[in-house]
């Protein structure tokens, strides 16, 4: 079942995820490695799982790099969003979430991915009701009892970490931040690469195509945008067969989404 807020284990595979090889072994040794080898960490003295926050500008792979940690870690996977969560009867908020946690536990080693996590736990300056504080409280109580040997991770995503409240990033908390940022013109070529290998019918040196100006910008969405938008151009011009010029024609028609990069950097 793909139900939100459910246990699933995802079929992503690190293969899927182009570029952000730095993120990735972040992640490994965060979370994979504990997850495969807890015995490892806990001779060295680490017993507590660390939480990951993972932000940085829309559709750069925040969620596709949390699916293939827990696919390639075998665990269970259970996703969330934050606004959808928050989205309740005054009190139900808090039983979701600890509902979340529970199911959890019922389904160990578990990846829990909380998309949006900004709207769950707003800075507590910014002007906020009781019902917020209360599922502040919450996911802080449930993120201060977990411990390595129980086997749930905590996976979380914003585009505005600014906007987090500050007691969710102190240490054994949300602890780790990854900053995951728009590709450069060889990782969109390697970006690139992963999409048109998942679809194996697309030569794969058009993902040269990915360090040109044309697609300056792009996030990985957009490349995935790019990759339709091409096959749409082929079939326009009466080919099944997608060509470079194709490629470039399609980069043509596609704005980056991330408009004003200023936004979300460091
Ligand atoms: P948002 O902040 O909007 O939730 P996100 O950072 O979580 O965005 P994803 O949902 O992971 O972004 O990415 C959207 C889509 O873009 C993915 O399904 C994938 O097809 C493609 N994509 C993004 N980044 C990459 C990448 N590094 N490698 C391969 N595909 C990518």
Same mark, same amino acid.
């Not at 829309?58 to 969620?63: A, I, N, V, Y």
């Not at 578990?110 to 502040?136: G, Q, Y």
């Given at each position: 079942? /793909?139900?939100?807020?459910?246990?699933?284990?995802?079929?992503?595979?690190?293969?899927?995820? #182009?570029? *952000?090889?730095?993120? =990735?072994?972040?992640?490994?040794?965060?979370?994979?490695?504990?997850? /495969?080898?807890?015995?490892?960490?806990?001779? &060295?003295?680490?017993?507590?799982?660390?939480?990951?926050?993972?932000?940085? +500008?829309?559709?750069?792979?925040?969620? *596709?790099?949390?699916?293939?940690?827990?696919? !390639?870690?075998? @665990?269970?996977?259970?996703?969330?969003?934050?606004?959808?969560?928050?989205? /309740?009867?005054? #009190? !139900?908020?808090?039983?979701?979430?600890?509902?979340?946690?529970?199911?959890?536990?019922?389904?160990?080693?578990?990846?829990?991915?909380? %998309?949006?996590?900004?709207?769950?736990?707003?800075?507590?300056?910014?002007?906020? $009701?009781?019902?917020?504080?209360? &599922?502040?409280?919450?996911?802080?109580?449930?993120? %201060?009892?977990?411990?390595?040997?129980?086997?749930?991770?905590?996976? @979380?995503?914003?585009?505005? +970490?600014?906007?987090?409240?500050?007691?969710?990033?102190?240490?054994?908390?949300?602890?780790?931040?990854?900053?995951?940022?728009?590709?450069? +013109?060889?990782?969109?070529?390697?970006?690139?690469?992963?999409?048109?290998?998942?679809?194996?019918?697309?030569?794969? !040196?058009?993902?040269?195509?990915?360090?040109?100006? &044309?697609?300056?910008?792009?996030?990985?969405?957009?490349?995935?945008?790019?990759?339709?938008?091409?096959?749409? $151009?082929?079939?326009? =011009?009466?080919?099944?067969?997608?060509? !470079?010029?194709?490629?470039?024609?399609? @980069?043509?028609?596609?704005?980056?989404?991330? #408009?004003?990069?200023? /936004?979300?950097?460091?």
């Amino acid at each position: 079942s /793909k139900r939100e807020g459910f246990a699933t284990v995802p079929d992503t595979t690190w293969r899927d995820v #182009g570029a *952000l090889s730095a993120i =990735r072994e972040e992640l490994e040794m965060a979370i994979c490695e504990p997850i /495969k080898n807890p015995e490892r960490f806990r001779k &060295v003295g680490i017993t507590a799982a660390t939480g990951v926050l993972l932000w940085g +500008p829309p559709g750069c792979g925040k969620t *596709l790099l949390a699916k293939a940690v827990a696919a !390639e870690s075998k @665990a269970n996977f259970i996703s969330v969003k934050g606004p959808e969560l928050l989205n /309740k009867y005054v #009190g !139900e908020s808090e039983r979701a979430l600890r509902q979340v946690f529970m199911r959890a536990r019922s389904s160990v080693p578990c990846v829990i991915f909380f %998309d949006e996590i900004d709207a769950l736990i707003p800075k507590r300056s910014t002007e906020l $009701h009781e019902a917020s504080a209360r &599922v502040v409280n919450t996911l802080l109580t449930e993120l %201060d009892g977990l411990s390595m040997r129980e086997g749930i991770y905590l996976i @979380a995503a914003t585009n505005r +970490p600014e906007m987090i409240d500050e007691a969710m990033l102190r240490p054994g908390r949300l602890e780790t931040l990854l900053y995951v940022e728009l590709p450069k +013109p060889e990782e969109r070529v390697d970006i690139l690469k992963a999409l048109i290998r998942q679809r194996g019918i697309i030569s794969p !040196e058009l993902a040269e195509i990915g360090r040109r100006d &044309v697609c300056k910008d792009f996030s990985g969405a957009d490349l995935e945008s790019l990759l339709r938008k091409a096959g749409q $151009h082929a079939l326009k =011009r009466r080919s099944d067969v997608v060509e !470079e010029l194709d490629f470039v024609e399609a @980069a043509r028609t596609i704005r980056p989404s991330v #408009g004003d990069i200023k /936004k979300y950097e460091k």
